[in-house]
């Protein structure tokens, strides 16, 4: 993995290059027609954000060039030089030096600038000298700088003794050295070795994210055709036979899944004036710190989370952090703190906001989950804190009762859910009264591999994302009890509520589910001897069972959207195809659990809580 | 050519299907009936891949299936149209040989039928717009484009895309969608 450093370097290059090439082609332009104001513009311009990029860089040698060349052209533009063909041949050579110098940062090679530089320093000192004293003579200023005696330049470079060191040479020079009709051509040759110049190409390569999302999917086909070819064959072949083919194409998946992973720090390096913004509205004090901005992650994913994170640290600056005044009161320092920060851990991308603020008064989210009717009092009381301040994602469901410019507009943390959800992400909160709150985001660091467990239901084969997933158990009729509505059982000491999918699957709507035994008719059914496979999954701090007809195997499958209009059964979040090529429905955990907990049922008899 | 093109314009309010070009039709048998859509409603006529059962879709929406690598809703029209008995995904399986992909820039879905679909030119003079049909209130005939009438044939000339953004559709998913 590179460094940071090293992508800006990258990225310095690339554009420089570019600029270097721009810089060429517009010279030439201007050679032919030497009033075109629009090409010196163009230059100056180019030759001032160069500049500045190197500067930032810390490439001071191409600033300091680049420098030259800005004022040069800046004379130009205001009409103060004219340009003349021993110009420009110093130009041109001035711009490959550049170039050099430029590649130079790459290879960490060392060119010799130093003399076309003095050059153009000395033609820019009399062009001004003359247009302050005498009303200036329009005639090209050329100067003689012959000096063969350039030394090489030194590197690392320091700013003080390059800036200070060509003047120096400049003001002995100008004494020994007449300021007119010195000729050009002739001490080209010896200040330097004649520039090198091959064409130079810039390594890297600018692809619309289209076409890398072309490209996944193309791959992602590959890989289910692959895996159907294995199935067909797999009687009657020896297993080493796709051994190759296996690797080759999982070598291309992981390589173009790699190619779309970008550092977070792009995203976050923009938060710091969202958390500004958001702190001067509110009049307080925040200061935002990142860690981890090396941490890669897949380009879409960061983009489907970037609204999230936005409405995170808004959340954190307008809710969590106190007043200033608040703060004094409460012994902490004026400035809230936000760190933003992000990890790898395996192949899943954890994302912390955390603050210094308040926290979150768990006792409040749980009235006022109670008054929203989203639970009963009883299963409020039941509920840890932790588990209880989830509640914050519920739809409809806002803590700050006035509304503000920054939060509580409604919009709430739902949003942020929603946006995880849809990834195959997770959001778990860690809040302590008075010292601060955590939100802990964990997401897949790539879209295209879902891991999953396939089971069987009826005649179908369906896939559930590893992602929610906990564990796997097998119980018999007897461990199962009808409470109310509903059926429970006990998974590692905690009393879960246990669904059979079927009988949700058969359900015409969600309203039926209202009608009496609806969810015991399985049950009714059952066998006391038949061994139940039951998945059980938690989402938003809730666990539940789902009992399937089989469960079959783990796989990664490569998902695919369903296509409208049947994009519209949300317990469904996509397909995938199998080795069979019959198409596999990709469950939908979130959604589901969302109907069961949120609308239709009544929580006293499907929720529990660990 | 330019004639017809007059003619077009001198019939106001008309859609295009009034002019006296010829039309290509689909034509297949829902049914004992014969059914037509619009050549350009229809992408393609595939082997019935295996269909996937959809949980909590209504009755005639069988499931999706893969076709050349999208998934793709399949629907019975047979049942929609109370034509026949309600049946299952299975039976859908084994028993509906071939699939009209009707396309559109909406959505994509297919069209169960039992036999090759033939494609029939017809004059516009044959088709009979304004049709008056007594039929419950439950279905709604908005769908029926035009009854084309040959020498013994009958077709019933439907827009699909009718059929398809018909309420029902929409309500019946949108059951489950409600707290999502």
Known sequence: ??????????????????????????????????????????????THTLKGNAAGMGFQNVADFAHVLEDFFGEVRDGNLALDDAIFTNLFKAVDVLGALINAIKDDGKVQFRGIKTKLEV????????????????????????????????KPAKKVSKARRPAADLKSEKKSVPDHHAKMVEEGENTQEAPDTKMTFSDLVQVPVRKLDNLLNL????????????????????????????????DLQYSVMDVRLVQVGFLFNKFHRVARD????????????????????????????????????????G???????????????????????????????????KDDGTGIDAAAVRDKAIKKGLISAEDARQMSDNDAILMIFEPGFSTMDQVTSISGRGVGMDVVKKALDSIG?????????????????RLPSSMAVKGTLLFELGAETYAIPLAYTEAVVSLYKPDLHKVSNGLVATYLDKTISVVFLQDLFALKNWESVYQDKVLHRSFDDLDPQKKLDIIIVSYNGRTIGFVVDK???????????????????????GVTIMGNGHVCLVFNVAAICNMIFTKNFSSKNMMSYQ | MSDNTSLKMDEPNETKEQSLETQQLIVFRQGTEEYGLHIDQIKEVVLTPNITKMPQTPNYVKGVANIRGNIIGIIDLEEKFGIKEATTTDRANKENNYTLVVESDEFKVGILVTEVPNTLSVSSADMEHSINIVHDHNVNSEYIQAIVKLKDRLIILIDIFKVLNEQELETVTSNTVGAG
């Open chain 1, 319 to 353: 809710h969590g952090i106190e007043t200033p005044d608040e703060r004094k009161k409460a012994g902490k320092p004026e400035e809230g703190r936000i760190v933003l920060s992000a990890f790898s851990e395996s192949d899943a991308v954890i994302i912390e906001i």
């Open chain 1, 123 to 154: 033609l820019l000192k009399s062009v001004r000298q003359e247009t302050a004293s005498t009303k200036k003579e329009d005639k090209p200023i050329e100067n003689k700088t012959a000096r063969s005696a350039t030394k090489p330049k030194q």
């Open chain 1, 219 to 250: 791959v992602g086909e590959l890989v289910i055709e692959r895996d159907r070819i294995i199935a067909v064959n797999a009687g009657n072949m020896d297993s080493n036979e796709y051994a190759r083919l296996n690797r080759v194409s999982s």
């Open chain 1, 1 to 46: 993995m590179k460094s940071k450093d090293q992508e800006y370097k990258e990225i310095f290059l690339a554009e420089a290059l570019e600029n270097h090439e721009e810089l060429n082609r517009l010279l030439t332009l201007l050679e032919k027609k030497s009033d075109d104001t629009k090409s010196v513009n163009a230059i100056f311009r180019i």
């Open chain 1, 551 to 573: 469960l079959l195997q783990q796989k990664e499958i490569v998902e695919k959207p369903l296509m409208k209009p049947m994009d519209r059964v949300k317990i469904i979040s």
């Open chain 1, 425 to 441: 992400g997770n959001v778990s909160v860690h809040a302590e009264l008075g010292k601060g709150t955590t939100f802990s985001l």
């Open chain 1, 278 to 317: 958001a702190a001067s509205l509110e009049g307080k004090k925040v200061s935002l710190n990142l860690k981890g901005t090396d941490t890669e992650i897949d380009r879409n994913i960061l983009q489907i989370i970037s609204d999230s994170l936005i409405h995170l640290i808004r959340n954190a600056v």
